[in-house]
């Protein structure tokens, strides 16, 4: 069966005009679509050549496009000027809530979490993590790639990981720290509610982990740890959260888990400890750049 999504190929949009930015969506853009009874629910384009779901194979008619919904995992077929795209229509659609709050707080918070992957795509490299890339099963056209720091097995086309290599400008990445050094409080509101700055802070959570070793010797000397147990506690801390299923949703505010269970706020550990490494090296280049000026901040 031919798969218009398949291979990033053009999907001609239905009717006239498009809001796409090349005329129409392409595989593994994050879009916005409606489903009876639902609000407005984020998902990805994706191809049938992946799937090996028989119903999602008989509902394909010439036209449309593929969308893997995120949350439940569900997929749905539809006309391409019946989605939107996801950067654009965040802020408006993410607030929206009903009945479906807790299941939807849950697929935005995994949205976010592509979008925080694809931003780390830039930054990783064979040359240091060998089997991260490796040819898809089900279609040689695409990739399965492990993104440290996210789930393994991720379905990625070549010419999105090229794509984010090329958004990925030093230049504009460090601008971004100066700014946020002097604006720290717009920096951190734009890190938790805004796409460009999810992907930032993602690009720098890259960054650390590509320059710097999981073992610091260093560390370990001055305190008298074992680099290896700890390195071996830390993934063992953080399979055991990953198994409790908690889903750091901060930026959407409290979190209801379900009924009975009460209303929790999660903090990202991981977030945590980064935020404080971005907000020191922000303030030292600050100091470099701006040593004539006032910050006045929360974090120091």
Known sequence: MADPAAGGAMVPAAGGGSVWANGAPRFGDMVWAKVKSHPWWPGHIYSVSLTDDEEVHRGYRYGLVLVAFFGDKSYGWFEPSELVPFEEHFTEK?????????????????????????????????????????????????????????????????????????????????????????????????????????????????????????????????????????LAAEQKAAAERAQRGGTAISWLGPHVHGEGEGTALHIDPLWCSLAIGIYISMYTICQNRYVNQSIQSNWF
């Open 94 to 230: 993410a607030a929206q809530g009903g009945s479906t709050r807790s299941s939807f707080a849950g697929a935005v918070a995994e949205a976010v979490d592509e979008v925080a992957r694809r931003s780390a795509l830039a930054l990783l490299c064979p040359c240091k993590s060998p089997d991260a890339f490796r040819p898809h099963p089900s279609d040689g056209n695409f990739l399965l790639v492990d993104v440290p720091a996210f789930d393994t097995d991720a379905d990625y086309h070549p010419d999105q990981i090229q794509a984010a290599r090329q958004r990925f400008v030093p230049r504009k990445a460090l601008d971004y720290l100066l700014d946020a050094a002097v604006t720290q409080r717009d920096a951190a509101e734009k890190a938790a509610r805004t796409v460009p700055g999810m992907e930032m802070a993602a690009l720098f959570s890259a960054y650390r982990r590509a320059v710097f070793s999981p073992i610091d010797n260093t560390y370990a000397q001055a305190f008298g740890v074992d680099p290896e147990l700890a």
